[in-house]
């Protein structure tokens, strides 16, 4: 009944999702011009060939004459995702929200969905769905590859949380730790596939400068368990525990932009402590005070085992100030720290 009610649910979600792929050809394209008088939707369209598509023939043409007025004016570029609504709707009343992407074999990819989906929120994941595609474009596989488009860029925070609940903090560990996952036993690919996008969805990669590769999490089926798939290897911190918190207090059900951009609350938070951190740690140099901001500062982030290693690893601040506050820190217990202002 779980497995009938779950896709149910995929299958509702979907319903408001489309894609179209058209092969573009340029010379068709320009033989008409803008605002000719004597140029039909049927001459205009001509230009972008049918490859494969859910839409209604009416939806479709109206695509098509989008796309390649765009194409006239110059205003699609190559490996460049764009998105813009448009004059049907998919689903509700609300017109479409559509993103395109002209690839370089000329393959034009769009993906649909209802504007209340806020798809603009999965650019990065849209634009690596894309890319991927590209090889497989004129094989009989890209309307399979096509079809499961939404699944794989929009959902999969949700399928996160119902496989792994509480172990999503770990995952969240693991990213600040630039860390990566080593699948063991039966776990599905889909699995594996959704826990890769959520890494990369988080990943503050960029700011873990001199970062060497962390620990290895074992992701593996956990046999007779309610929630068979599990990590191992990583231990969170309370700071990834409280984010994994929120993100499962949302649920699995909630709507994906929001999960989406609780994510990238997550990521951005984190980018902006390390930053804090490294102004109070060059401060710490020259004036004690800012010794005990720093050591308040991390002690109630719930995060500085990763702040600590990382600034460590940057080698911008000095060791002895590092070492003093490895050393409060690692005999404060649970003992609060008063936070007081400088007179």
């Not at 230009?47 to 390649?68: D, Y």
């Amino acid at each position: 009944m779980a497995m009938a009610d779950k896709t149910a649910e995929v299958q509702a979600k979907e319903v408001s999702s489309h894609y179209a792929l058209f092969m573009v050809n340029k010379d068709k394209i320009n033989e008409e011009s803008v605002g000719d008088e004597n140029s039909t939707q049927e001459g205009e369209m001509a230009g972008l060939q049918v490859i494969c598509s859910t839409l209604s023939t009416q939806q479709e043409n109206l695509l098509r004459l989008f796309l390649v007025r765009r194409l006239k004016k110059g205003a699609i570029y190559t490996s460049t995702g764009a998105f813009s609504g448009m004059e049907f709707s998919i689903g509700g009343n609300s017109p479409a929200v559509c993103y395109y992407v002209l690839l370089p074999s000329q393959a034009l990819v769009c993906l649909l969905a209802v504007a209340e989906a806020n798809l603009e929120v999965f650019r990065p994941e849209l634009a690596r769905f894309c890319e991927k595609l590209e090889p497989h474009i004129k094989e009989q596989s890209a309307s399979d590859l096509l079809s499961k488009w939404h699944v794989k860029c929009v959902q999969y925070v949700g399928h996160i949380l119902e496989e792994l609940g509480p172990d999503t903090a770990a995952l969240l560990q693991l990213v600040q730790q630039n860390g990566g996952i080593k699948v063991e036993g039966k776990v599905p690919a889909t699995v594996e596939a959704d826990i890769q996008q959520f890494l990369m969805a988080c990943s503050v990669s960029e700011c873990l400068v001199g970062a060497p590769p962390g620990v290895e999490a074992i992701v593996h089926m956990r046999p007779g368990a309610t929630r068979k798939v599990c990590v191992m290897g990583v231990q969170a911190n309370s700071y990834c525990t409280d984010w994994a918190r929120l993100l499962l207090e949302l649920g699995p059900s909630a709507e994906p932009w929001r999960l989406r951009k609780l994510l990238e609350a997550f990521k951005l938070k984190t980018i902006k402590d390390m930053n804090i951190l490294k102004r109070l740690l060059k401060q710490a140099e020259t004036d004690h005070y800012f010794l005990y901001r720093a050591y308040a500062f991390l002690w109630q982030s719930g995060n500085s085992d990763i702040l600590l290693r990382q600034a460590a690893l940057e080698g911008s601040s000095s060791p002895d100030v590092l070492s003093v506050l490895e050393e409060h820190l690692s005999g404060c217990g649970s003992s609060p720290i008063p936070v007081t202002t400088r007179v």
